[in-house]
C-alpha cells in the first residue's frame, strides 16, 4: 500500500467523494485507511465508571483504499504516486515518493 499516515488524499468513490483530509490510521491487513472528517459513523456507547460519559459518538470509520487517491502538492488535485531514487543529504542514495503529475516528493503531514 502506497499511502502513508499523515498523507494528504482526496475520496474519489462513495458517499464522501470529493472530501479532502489527512490519513490517520493505514490497516494495510485490511486495505483500509482511516481519514479524518471521512466516511463519519455513529455509535451509542455506554458510561464507563467515572471516565466515560454515556452518549452518542462520531467517529471516522475505514475506508477501502482503492476508494482514495493523493494530493498533488503543487496544483492540489489528485495524482497517482510513483518512486524515485535521489541524492540524499549524505550523499546516500534514497527512494522518495513523487507525485506523477508534478513531479515534486510527496511528504509527509505538509513538511518541507
Known amino acids: 500500500m502506497k499511502l502513508r499516515k499523515g498523507m494528504q488524499v482526496v475520496v474519489i468513490a462513495g458517499k464522501d467523494r470529493g472530501k479532502k483530509g489527512t490519513v490517520e490510521e493505514v490497516l494495510p491487513?485490511?486495505?483500509r485507511i482511516r481519514i479524518g472528517g471521512v466516511n463519519l459513523m455513529k455509535k451509542a456507547v455506554k458510561a464507563t465508571g467515572d471516565t466515560k460519559q454515556a452518549g452518542i459518538v462520531e467517529f471516522p470509520a475505514p475506508i477501502h483504499a482503492s476508494n482514495v487517491m493523493a494530493v498533488d502538492p503543487k496544483s492540489g488535485e489528485r495524482t497517482r504516486i510513483g518512486y524515485q531514487v535521489s541524492k540524499?543529504?549524505?550523499?546516500?542514495?534514497?527512494?522518495?515518493?513523487?507525485?506523477?503529475?508534478?513531479?515534486?516528493?510527496?511528504?509527509?503531514?505538509?513538511a518541507k
Open 29 to 31: 491487513e485490511r486495505d
Open 88 to 110: 540524499g543529504t549524505s550523499g546516500k542514495a534514497r527512494k522518495v515518493r513523487i507525485a506523477k503529475k508534478s513531479g515534486k516528493e510527496l511528504v509527509i503531514g505538509g
